[in-house]
């Protein structure tokens, strides 16, 4: 792209001197140096930037959350929306995880199956 600007005649004949000894073209220094400020202020800038306090009152996670797994936050999220109690999908997805290693892969277990599974330990 063309583009006419004006540049103070000294600055002109020291960017055509360096341009003579490193033998390269007028375009090539200033298409340098035009990166290179460029680079640099954006790099100024990223320092500068501080993220703003996004943190909210309170005191961290609510109870039983700090180690918890995805069924209990789950659990929490879906409380009281007709879903499986707690304990009850924890059992599930142990009952899956029981059939799958035997190479049953069911999506539903009567009772008898779990309390089979129960008691075999």
Do not use: N
Not at 5 to 26: F, Y
Not at 35 to 58: F, I, N
Not at 83 to 106: C, I, M, N, P, T
């Amino acid at each position: 792209m063309k583009i006419t600007v004006e540049i103070a005649e000294e600055l002109l004949a020291r960017m055509r001197e360096v341009a003579r000894c490193e033998g390269t073209t007028l375009r090539a220094l200033i298409e340098e140096a035009l990166r290179t400020t460029l680079a640099q202020r954006e790099r100024e800038h990223d320092a500068l930037y501080q993220w703003p306090d996004l943190s909210v009152d309170g005191e961290g996670l609510a109870p039983g959350l700090e180690e918890g797994s995805w069924e209990v936050l789950r659990h929490r999220i879906y409380a009281g929306q007709g879903g499986d109690s707690l304990g009850e999908a924890v059992r599930r997805r142990r009952l899956a995880h029981a059939l799958q290693q035997r190479g049953k892969f069911q999506l539903r277990v009567d009772l008898s199956e779990l309390r089979r599974l129960r008691e075999e330990g």
